[in-house]
C-alpha cells in the first residue's frame, strides 16, 4: 500500500507560476500572430473571443453541479456533469443572442444572457421541484451553516450520511448567474467570428455580401459552439467533481481557470480567424 501516492488536495487554489508564465507568453505570441497577420479586425475579433471565453469560464463555476450523487439526494446541485449543464445554459443563451444579432452587439448579448440566465432559473426551479415534491427532501447546503444570501441555518435540513442536497437559495442564484454569464459569453464570440466572416467572405469566395450571409452564419455558429465546449470542460476539469455554487470553496479556484480558458479562448479564436484572413 505504500507505493500508492496519495492525491492532490482538493481544494487546493494554488497558482503554480512557470505554467502561469508559459500561458502568458502563448497568449501575447497569439495575440502578435494576430497583429501581423489579421490586422485591426482579427485582433479586435480576437480579444472579444477572449473576452466571451473568459465569461463563460468564470460563469461556469457559478453553476451548482452535484452529478451521480445529487440524483441519489445526497448532493446539492443538478444532476449532471459541469460541461453538459454549463454547454446546455450557454448554448440556449447563444442561440438566443444570435437571434438577435442584427440589433447590434449591446442587444445581443443582453439577450444572450437573459436566454442563458433563463434556461439555468427553468432547470434549477425544476429541480428543486422534483426534490421537494417528488423525494420529499428540503433544500440543504452541506458547505455552509447559513445561506450567505437569506441567512437560513442549514445544518438541521441536512440529511445524516450526505453532502446536503437540493439547491438552497444561494445555489440556485449561482445557477442563474452562470446562466447569465455563459450566455453573453458564449454570443460575444459568435458576434465576433461573424463580423470577420461577413467582412471576409465576399473576397474569399468571390461572392456577394448576401450569397455568403447563410455561410457566414454557419461558421461562427460551429466555431462558438466549439469554444463554449472546450471553455466548459476546462472549468469542469478545474472543479475536478461537484461545486453548489459561488460559495463552494472550490469556487476559489476560478483564477486557475481564467488563465487556461484565456489561452484556450485565443488559440481556438486564432484559428477561427485565421480560415478566412490568412
Known sequence: MTSIAAKPAAGSTKIEPIPALV???????IF???YMYGGSLGLMALLGIVIGGLLIGFGVHFVPVGGAPAAMGQAPGIATGVAMLAAGGGL??????????SQGTLVAVVTGAIGGGLMLAITCFFVNFIYIYGMGIPAASGK???DPITGDTQPEFK??????HGLPFVSFTGG??????GGAGGTLIYLMLLDVYQA???????????QIEPVAVSLAGIFAVGMF???????????????EGPHDPKFKRFPRDIIASAVASALCGVIAIAIVLV
Open 92 to 101: 440556449a443563451g447563444l442561440f438566443g443572442g444570435a437571434w438577435a444579432a
Open 159 to 164: 440529511s445524516q450520511g450526505t453532502e446536503g
Open 176 to 181: 442563474v448567474i452562470g446562466g447569465v454569464l
Open 144 to 146: 455552509v451553516p447559513k
Open 23 to 29: 500561458s502568458l507568453i502563448i497568449f501575447v505570441v
Open 200 to 210: 471576409a467572405l465576399p473576397g474569399v469566395l468571390k461572392a456577394t455580401a448576401l
Open 32 to 34: 502578435g500572430l494576430m
Open 229 to 243: 465546449l472546450v471553455i466548459a470542460v476546462l472549468a469542469a476539469y478545474n472543479i475536478t467533481g461537484t461545486i
